[in-house]
């Protein structure tokens, strides 16, 4: 069973990403590519891979204060292998956060495939910001 990530995120939602485990520094979420995630090669595109790195490493960077949000700094992607799924299999991806400070989040991530081989990897800085309401115009 998922756990909610504490935020409404549209983009998370139409990629149907889940979120597995978000504690002690550490996320996992899953990802069952839809038939338009895919590319000319018949696998996950990579802009979808880097979207899963990228919410897996804020959720990580959260973990340990999930009221705050993550915003992604910089973030970089290697790629390994195809990330290829068959229907009804998911990918995993699995982000650590390796080093905080009091508004900066350092983390990498891990994408497998589901026979568990590794098809990507990343790592990305986050900052750390205060949750917005939609009362709240302030930009910064």
């Known amino acids: ?6 935020a409404h995120i549209p983009f998370v939602d139409l990629l ?18 839809a038939a338009e995630h895919l590319n000319s090669f018949d696998v996950t595109h990579g802009g979808a891979v880097m979207s899963l ?20 700094i910089e973030m970089k992607t290697t790629f390994m ?3 290829k799924v068959l ?13 905080r400070t009091r508004t900066l989040a350092f983390t990498e991530g891990h994408l497998y495939d589901a026979q568990g081989q590794l098809c990507a990897t990343a790592s990305g800085t986050f900052k750390y ?3 917005r309401t939609a009362q709240d115009p302030s930009t910064d």
């Open 16 to 33: 149907g990403f889940t979120l597995e485990q978000f504690d002690g520094g550490r996320s996992e979420l899953h990802y069952a590519p």
């Open 87 to 99: 229907a009804g299999e998911k990918l995993v991806a699995k982000g650590l956060l390796q080093h």
């Open 1 to 6: 069973m998922s756990i909610p990530f504490g």
């Open 129 to 131: 910001t205060a949750r």
């Open 81 to 83: 292998r195809p990330a």
């Open 53 to 72: 790195l990228d919410v897996t490493m804020a959720a990580a960077a959260r973990s340990l204060q999930p009221e705050m949000g993550a915003v992604t």
